[in-house]
């Protein structure tokens, strides 16, 4: 089991910055994809980012051009940077992790076997 711990929520205006970060510990050999999913107040679970082991991401239109997501493999360190920051992007934000038989896509994350707890960010307008 991969252990995922979250961090860099906060509260920002409109049109500003932040940069989350997920720690992985544990057995982490078999994780072959990463990625964020968010879920809003009174909305559902939506994917947000991915990246496959060897660096491939995907995101979703929504944050597409705004977001970065991005991971150093020595420090099993996960990071989503987010620019340019909407009201609705205020979500609770989580990292999750898959195996090799995962499809590496935005769409999937919600579902993926291993998260974090989450982290929140709130954008005021």
């Known amino acids: 089991q991969v252990e995922l711990v979250e961090s860099g929520g906060d509260t920002v205006q409109s049109g500003g910055s932040l940069r989350l970060s997920c720690v992985a510990s544990g057995y982490t050999d078999n994780t072959y994809c990463m990625g964020w999913f968010r879920q809003g107040p009174g909305k559902g679970r939506e994917g947000v980012a991915t990246?496959?082991?060897?660096?491939?991401?995907n995101y979703a239109d929504s944050v597409k051009g705004r977001f970065t997501i991005s991971q150093d493999n020595a420090k099993k360190t996960l990071f989503l940077q987010m620019n340019y920051l909407k009201p609705e992007d205020t979500a609770m934000y989580y990292c999750?992790?898959?195996?090799?038989?995962?499809?590496?896509?935005?769409?999937?994350?919600?579902?993926?076997?291993?998260r974090g707890q989450g982290t929140q960010v709130t954008v005021s307008s």
């Open positions: 999750a992790a898959a195996g090799s038989s995962a499809w590496c896509h935005d769409s999937q994350v919600p579902d993926f076997p291993d």
């Open positions: 990246i496959y082991k060897f660096g491939h991401t």
